[in-house]
């Protein structure tokens, strides 16, 4: 792992950029979970070399800890803005078929799966997590927990629609073993609310987060979406000043990507009814401003954490790392990941799931592990891997600690990618010097663009609507 080379060099409130420089990052580029990026994986690379890489795991190398993702597809209704894999449905019986592939698919990999070591992480996402019912959850827990050994203070989170749930249900979760909760808000105006079809009173987060914070939660999430219809620097404001009354631990604020060729719901929003570029760029402006003078650290692309945070301390002292869910402090793990669509990282490896519940069950029910495409890492992309990653992460690169690392001349192997960095380095948001780059404190913010300047893929693609936006 590379020491940073000065982790003092974001400091924890930057100057807010101006918002003529966020103008001109507004485009499309990946979020940089991993690297290659998913849109790059092949049906080459099947589930046979899946089940090989999980046998083959720590060949070569130190045996990483484990994280679990479940990916749990099921929503009662619809958000026009989602572009995630889900399957709505009021129907909660339809759950129990999916566990019960589920408990299959995990026996097979914990069957494929050498030398296992603790899991330090559990995340379930969605779809909606909460669409289980405690019986559902507990079965989910007790399945993976005979089969995969969880370390004593792993990390246990979940994401919740806060309609589909109480304070009775919350406690539930504690006693399941949950230390942490990610609400999913998105705005709290109500015409912004109604126009994305996910109507939810303040009232009814604000009891939940309290009932949290009694219950002894180590960290509380909410997410928001800047960019939706009938959104205006206004009414975000509004929703900022609620936000910052709920003083959540940490905040993810996400800008709205609006692709309905790709994503069905979303045909049903009205295009006039969306924020044009100025103001989304002016919400994101005034959120960075608010946020950063109300006891939030920027972290980077996104998130913010309260200074006292386990994440914003992870990022003064350089320990920051990224995976499928975002920043974590925990080091970089192998990833098991269970359930339709969703994507395992082994060692060097990516392994994607097929995303339709038939195809799930089809394969499952067979006994065939469910991968359809993934990919194998070569010498270039672990390079480009850990410089990425650097950058997201730490906001700096060795460059004589990544050329002993990797055998390479790091500044002759990038030079057209340094070269590329000149405009960068010219508006301040870039340091080059003899030893590496560092990341600006106003860097920081555009810190995907920086970091796509080093995606060989991304670089020779033309095809750059398929990612969200950078801003």
Known sequence: MTAPL???????????????????FDGPGPRYTSYPTADQYTEAWDAHAYRHALGSRGLGGPLRPLSLYV?????????YYCAC????TRDTSRAARYLSALRREA?????????????RQLHLGGGTPTFLDDAGLHTLIDLLESRFAFATNAERSIEIDPRTIDANRLSALRDMGFNRVSFGVQDFDRAVQQAVHRVQPAEQVFALVAAARELGFASINVDLIYGLPRQSPASFARTLDTLVALAPDRIALYGYAHLPERFKP??????????DGPARVRMLHDAIARLTASGWDYIG?????????????????GRLHRNFQGYTTHPDCDLVALGASAISRIGSHYAQNVRTLEEYYDCVENDRLPVFRGHAMNADDLLRHAVIMAIMCQGEVDFAAMSEDYLVDFR???????????????????HLHEGGLSVTATGWFVVRAIARVFDRYAQQSHARTRFSRIL
């Open 71 to 79: 990916h749990i597809p099921f929503c009662r209704s619809i958000c």
């Open 412 to 430: 002759r192997y990038f030079q057209a990618e340094l070269a590329q960095l000149a405009p960068m380095v010219d508006q301040n948001l870039v």
């Open 107 to 119: 026996d097979m990999v914990h069957d494929a799966l050498a030398a296992p070591t603790p899991v």
């Open 266 to 275: 979303q045909r049903r929003i009205d295009t006039a009814d969306l924020p």
């Open 6 to 24: 000065c982790p003092q060099a974001h400091p924890a409130a930057p100057s807010v950029p101006a918002e003529s420089l966020l103008a001109q």
């Open 301 to 317: 692309m996104d998130h913010f954490a309260r200074h006292t945070d386990s994440l914003a301390a992870a990022r003064r002292e």
């Open 85 to 88: 894999n889900k399957v709505v």
